[in-house]
């Protein structure tokens, strides 16, 4: 019998795919592909980050009405070795959602195959009218998201553990159709208006019948640069970049984007079709990753982002990682002669460090920022939306929606630096990677 396909393929098939069909759904995408593509294969001061991953590098990003949808996603995105991390409120930021990335969480399959989708749950406890709840719930029950191809799909991997040659393929076949823009709205032109005007998000989401894919980003190695050539190429880029300024150590994440194209749409009602008109949802993006932040360098950015002062934030990897206030991974120098435990204390850890034994490595950062995302969701939407800001979170409706507890990226980073010091030490240990799928 033949062995399961890894999830890292599977993943990487599917980012594959997504990537294509959104090349052709978006003619923008294709063209600032290119365009990162140029940029990344010539290189930049910000090297340390242009790993080999860079090229296939993406983001997508989803949005779903109803909490079924969720944890249907939550399986299906098991089976490609993505799992959610971290609960964003957007509610915050006066949006009527709120989300989480799905992506690899151990180190290896991160870097095989980076690929993450950061997911978005619409509330519809923030929608004001009780008549427009009940449109929606309506709308809703007709949707379903999941075809019932790639639910057997998901269930059989689920109980084989795996998926076989021809079942992936299959597998990922069904999962990329649930991402399709399709154009035609499962709602009347006039609830999609009201929708709109209640929030645009609203009815990007209940008024269709398939979370479509809405960006897909890629990551490049110089965003300054690619923001220029953006609007060189006619592609109207967000006058500020989201994130951090440019700095010599890049942290965190740092974004720009474009609203790409306005879609024909259909509207029906009980005799067929009613209306059409167009919609906007589907929008460019392009992203530059730096280094992880601890908790405590988590809250200096907060307070740098609060006050459009970053001189608090140290821009030297050395002063980083001393101060504790970013993530490293450690590997031993080519030839480097290690004692067989970790020394005793920190002295001995720096002086390997400082006489070169041991490299330090800034971990890259793999999640997304709450304000940020709010800024690219409020750049792409058609008109400025009335915004409830008295709204709090709510991650435990979230995770009942979901079906399990998101992931602490604080928890991920901890467990991938110290697993990098734990293993210069462990000399019986091989020191290639370890590859479990
Ligand atoms: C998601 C916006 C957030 C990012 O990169 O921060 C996001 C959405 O518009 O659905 O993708
Ligand atoms: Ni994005």
Not at 314 to 328: I, Q, S, V
Request: contains cysteine.
């Amino acid at each position: 019998m033949s062995e399961f396909i890894p999830s890292w393929r599977l993943r990487q098939q599917f980012a594959d795919r997504l990537s294509l069909m959104y090349r052709d759904e978006v003619p923008a995408y294709g063209a600032l592909v290119d365009l990162v593509d140029r940029i990344n294969s010539v290189g930049s001061a910000t090297e340390t980050f242009s790993g080999a991953r860079l090229g296939q590098e993406r983001h997508g990003a989803i949005r779903l009405a109803l909490p079924e949808e969720l944890s249907l996603l939550r399986r299906a995105l098991g089976v490609l070795g993505m799992f959610p991390v971290e609960y964003y409120d957007l509610a915050a930021a006066g949006l009527p959602v709120h989300s989480t990335a799905f992506r690899p969480i151990e180190g290896d399959a991160i870097e095989r195959s980076p690929f993450r989708l950061f997911v978005s749950l619409v509330r519809l406890d923030q929608i004001a009218s009780p008549a427009l709840q009940s449109e929606v719930q309506r709308l809703t029950r007709e949707r379903s998201v999941m075809s019932p191809v790639a639910l057997r799909y998901i269930e059989r991997a689920e109980h084989q553990g795996g998926l076989r040659d021809a079942e992936g393929e299959a597998f990922l076949d069904a999962l990329t159709e649930t991402f399709r823009w399709h154009g035609e709205a499962l709602s009347t032109k006039r609830i999609y208006d009201a929708l709109i005007n209640e929030h645009p998000l609203l009815a990007d989401i209940v008024c269709f019948p398939n979370p479509h894919i809405n960006h897909l980003t890629p990551r490049v190695s110089d965003i300054d640069q690619a923001q220029q050539k953006m609007i060189e190429l006619g592609l109207p880029a967000k006058a500020v970049i989201e994130g951090p300024p440019r700095r010599n150590c890049p942290i965190l994440l740092r974004q720009t984007a474009f609203r790409a194209l306005e879609e024909d749409v259909t509207f029906r009602n009980m005799d067929g079709i009613d209306a059409v008109g167009v919609h906007t949802a589907r929008f460019g993006e392009i992203e530059s990753r730096g280094a992880a932040l601890t908790r405590a360098g988590m809250d200096v950015y907060n307070a740098c982002l609060a006050s459009g002062n970053f001189d608090a934030l140290p821009d030297d990897w050395n002063e980083l990682r001393t101060r504790k206030l970013a993530w490293f991974r450690f590997r031993p120098a080519h030839g480097a002669r290690l004692p067989n435990a970790l020394p005793e204390g920190s002295e001995a850890l720096e002086d390997l460090i400082s006489s070169g034994a041991i490299i330090p490595e800034p971990i890259t950062y793999e999640d997304f920022l709450p304000v940020s995302a709010a800024g690219i969701f409020r750049s792409n939407l058609r008109s400025e939306a009335k915004s409830n800001t008295e709204a709090k979170g709510n991650p435990a409706a979230f995770e009942e929606a979901l079906g399990c507890k998101v992931s602490d990226a604080q928890e991920l980073y901890e467990r991938e630096s110290s697993a990098s010091l734990q293993q210069l030490f462990a000399h019986d240990q091989p020191r290639e990677l370890v590859i479990h799928e």
